[in-house]
């Protein structure tokens, strides 16, 4: 006669059974792309390599796009998308010298002093990001009011800067160039043939049609749950330029002011620095939508 088993025997292979059903939801569950659009604006900067004395830089930018963000897995993502923005970026040299060796025009040594030299960048460019993203868990979807509502996310990797417009002024108060010959222990301060001598209020202009500033990006903050399928993204980003866009339109100062014997292009800017590097540091909004799930009946994770 055949024993009846009970509700105990019954409970490892129950258990098993959960834990299969568990994990195969846990897979089955698709994670959901997410668009959004954002706007974003903070300070920008130039910082010369080597650091230089009496330098100072201050500007601001702003930004605003679409982007999208596919994850292959709740936590991580790839993110990209379009922005659209403008900045205005300032700077200034109180005083500096520059020295460039003659030996081949003259046997001289070229002493140029600049007073208050200033330069304003501006530019309208076109953004095209693509970062990796990670973010905490927030749970369950069809649970939302339950669940955590406050997550975390950081983005990191780089981003194609299109320059559509791109202007430059810089202004002089003053310089001087002066030839001192070692030879003879003999400085001459005036001489219109070789450039020397001393200007005042001097200006330049140019423009760019168009360039491409690679740039290392990265975006940390907080992930608000405001609605089943909405979020709100509020975070501060780091944008750090790879090249100067102008760095072709930089001259030494010795070839720049030589003024007085009619060899100046106006279109010109002083190279003062081996490299001159963008910062960008700012707050960004962004309003996230969910992409709508197909099935709503396992939602394990």
Not at 13 to 36: D, H, Y
Not at 177 to 190: G, I, L
């Amino acid at each position: 006669m055949r024993k009846k088993k009970n509700l105990r025997s019954y409970l490892p292979t129950l258990l098993k059974l959960l834990i299969v059903f568990n994990v195969l939801c846990a897979f089955a569950q698709k994670p959901q792309n997410e668009f959004s659009i954002n706007i974003g604006g903070g300070l920008k900067f130039f910082c010369p390599q080597p650091l230089m004395k009496g330098f100072s830089s201050v500007g601001y930018g702003y930004d605003a796009g679409v982007g999208f963000t596919g994850f292959f897995s709740p936590r991580f993502g790839i993110h990209t998308g379009v922005e659209v923005g403008f900045f205005e970026v300032n700077k200034s040299i109180n005083h500096f010298i520059f020295t460039t060796k003659k030996d081949n025009c003259g046997f001289y040594d070229l002493h140029t002093t600049l007073n208050n030299y200033k330069e304003t960048h501006k530019a309208i460019s076109l953004s095209i990001p693509l970062m990796f993203q990670f973010q905490t868990k927030m749970g369950n979807l069809l649970k939302w009011r339950k669940n955590n509502k406050v997550g975390y996310y950081l983005m990191a990797g780089a981003k194609a800067q299109l320059l559509i417009n791109y202007d430059y002024t810089s202004e002089i108060a003053s310089f001087n160039n002066a030839a001192y010959y070692p030879e003879f222990d003999n400085w001459v301060h005036s001489d219109p043939i070789l450039g020397l001598g001393v200007l005042e209020d001097i200006s330049t202009s140019g423009k760019l049609k168009f360039g491409i500033l690679p740039i290392l990006a990265a975006e940390t903050g907080t992930k608000w749950r405001i609605g089943r399928t909405i979020f709100l993204y509020t975070g501060i980003y780091f944008d750090y330029g790879l090249l100067e866009p102008t760095r072709k339109k930089r001259t030494n100062p010795d070839s720049f002011f030589l003024i007085l014997s009619e060899k100046v292009n106006i279109e010109s800017l002083v190279k003062y620095a081996d490299k001159i590097e963008i910062l960008s540091v700012g707050l960004r909004i962004r309003l996230v939508f969910l992409q709508p799930p197909k099935k709503e009946h396992c939602y394990c994770l």
